[in-house]
């Protein structure tokens, strides 16, 4: 079955230090990616998506991702997290159709 | 670029009236747009997808009824919740995609309270 799996449901981490968000799907084929950030009583904010080609994509705000076909993750990265970093992160993915699959969601909180 | 908009942002309604929420695509032409229920601290849940011109595509346990959705045009698609009771109560979200199996762009939301 295809699904998605964020296993983190919160994460603390001080300001300034690393930050890795981890993301897992199930899927015979490669998928379309994508990460998004929701801040308290907002929308969604797409932060970077990975489509094809190199395997490490940039996103808006320092924000990184690697997608790793043979760990079938799709890991967000920043070196260095802001105090504004806190929310609610989302991985999402496009499987064979044009419906978006959501992970649980993994709530971000910062630490001055 | 790629900016959805949502009007209103919030509504309070008196139990057994309809509202209805905008979702519009300001800078492209969406040929899909999506709806979208959030409870508190959980994540998304699709109701429904809307083509430009045809009838929407609504998810299983979905009443089409009770939320009816039209996509008028390649910018603009409107969700009426009809009759709404307290347990309508929700925030909404839509989102619009350029193309078929592309990236969605979503909307800052719609906070509905039914007393």
């Given at each position: 079955a295809q699904s998605v799996t964020q296993p983190d449901i919160h994460i603390t981490v001080s300001e300034g230090a690393s930050l890795e968000l981890r993301c897992n799907y199930s899927y015979g084929a490669t998928p379309y990616l994508f990460w998004y950030v929701q801040s308290p009583g907002q929308g969604l904010q797409l932060l970077?998506?990975?489509?094809?080609?190199?395997?490490?994509v940039q996103g808006i705000?320092?924000?990184?991702?690697?997608?790793?076909?043979?760990?079938?993750?799709?890991?967000?990265?920043?070196?260095?997290?802001?105090?504004?970093?806190?929310?609610e992160y989302f991985c999402a993915v496009l499987f064979n159709t044009d419906k978006?699959?959501?992970?649980?969601?993994?709530?971000?909180?910062?630490?001055? | 670029g790629a900016v959805v908009s949502q009007h209103p942002s919030w509504v309070i309604c008196k139990s057994g009236t309809s509202v209805k929420i905008e979702c519009?695509?300001?800078?492209?032409?969406?040929?899909?747009?999506?709806?979208?229920?959030?409870?508190p601290k959980q994540s998304l849940m699709l109701m429904a997808t809307s083509n430009e011109g045809s009838k929407a595509t609504y998810e299983q346990g979905v009443?089409?009824?009770?939320?009816?959705?039209?996509?008028?045009?390649?910018t603009l698609s409107t969700l009426t919740v009809t009759s709404a009771h307290p347990e309508d109560s929700s925030f909404y979200i839509c989102s619009a995609s350029p193309g078929y199996k592309d990236t969605q762009y979503f909307g800052p939301g719609t906070r509905l309270t039914v007393l």
């Open positions: 970077l998506k990975y489509f094809s080609g190199d395997t490490l705000k320092g924000f990184e991702a690697e997608f790793k076909r043979s760990q079938s993750s799709f890991n967000l990265r920043k070196p260095s997290v802001h105090w504004s970093d806190a929310a978006l699959i959501f992970g649980t969601g993994t709530r971000l909180q910062v630490f001055p | 519009r695509s300001l800078d492209f032409q969406a040929t899909t747009m999506f709806w979208y229920r959030q409870f009443e089409k009824d009770k939320f009816l959705i039209n996509h008028a045009s390649l």
